[in-house]
């Protein structure tokens, strides 16, 4: 036999207990019964014997109820059975060394002392049987012992299977744990495409089609007003699309390619001049001095800058005037974000609105980005009227 066979033949071994412990059984009955009781020339031998192999098919599917047989069968036989031991006995040591194996800790405990009384019984009988004196420590003490090396080898049988089955699982949880986080790793990117793409693309068509509104009114009076409205509209344009093609490029992900760089605390000067030039009358107000921070809550304030006044022109109404504040505190950069406009009654104004809006993404991305860089965001409408973005963003990420 080469050895893939044998391996299938183990592994059917260890697919089917059942089975396995019913042959056992019958090799038992035939050794013990058959041919051992026939030598001993009773019929006690003999029906014991059978009996007693019965419980064994059981012995790792139900060890506790197979083994309350076998002791019932014990006692039958010390009250019915003319000889005091018969060859077929073997069958209790199987079952202690079953409990101690395959049972609940309290089955093996319970297994072990009544192994023990067994033997003390069985010596007792045999005491009775011969009336030898000598002889019912001896009994009671040989049986003893190969009670206790039962117990002791389905011990180290029980304490071998935990091994087994604790790597196991411990190979089970580490997939586990894998497979999660290589989940919630593609999520939080998609999530991070998703605000990218969502603040990118937004914002520039919220300024050009602020551009082109205001151009086409403009351009009646004054041309000259229309074109720097359409230089305004190719240039966004064109910005919108490098800042696309560098996500694409994050998209593909043609590993170690170098990306356009983000835009960071100090483009957020070139944002604010350009919603101006869209029309928007927009003031920046930078306290404190400037700290160094990383690439990430750089670009989550300017992210949140950008989105917070493509919504002032989405939103606030068209005489509204809007201020961005940075402020430079010892832990943190404060970013503020504040209009004069509808504020509470954008969002009546929009519902009651030709075309009703979906729910928006963008304060759902601003509060992301934020809360990913260890800081937090709150966006509501102002008591005095118009609308307000508050956000923290600490110099050092708690993580
Ligand atoms: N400056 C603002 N003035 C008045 N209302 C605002 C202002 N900013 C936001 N809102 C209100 O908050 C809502 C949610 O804003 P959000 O940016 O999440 O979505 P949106 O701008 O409607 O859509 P999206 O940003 O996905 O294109 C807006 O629909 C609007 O009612
Ligand atoms: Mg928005």
Redesign the pocket.
Known sequence: MDSPQLERLSAWLRDHPLAVDAGLAVLFFLVFSVVMGAGSGSGDAAVFGLLLSVPLVWRRRAPVAAASAVVLLGLLQLVLASAPLLPADVAALVMVYSLAAYAPRWASRAGLAVGLVAAGLAALRYYSSYYEPASLVFMAGTIGVTVVAAWALGDLRRARLQQVAGLEERARLLELERDQEMRLAATAERARIAREM?DVV?HSLSVVIAQADGGRYAGQADPAAATSALEQISATGRQALTDMRSLLGVLREDGGREFAPQPDVAAIDRLVADVQASGLDVDLIVEGAPVTMPAGPQLAAYRIVQ??L???L????PASR?WVRLQWRPDALEVAVL?D???????VA?EDGPVP??????????RERAELHGGRLT?A?RHGG??G?QAVLPYRSPR
């Open positions: 969502h937004a989105e917070s493509t919504n002032v989405k939103h606030a109404g809007a209009d406009g509808r504020g509470a009654a954008a969002a929009e809006s979906a729910p928006g993404h963008g304060l759902l991305g601003m966006a409408p118009g609308f973005v």
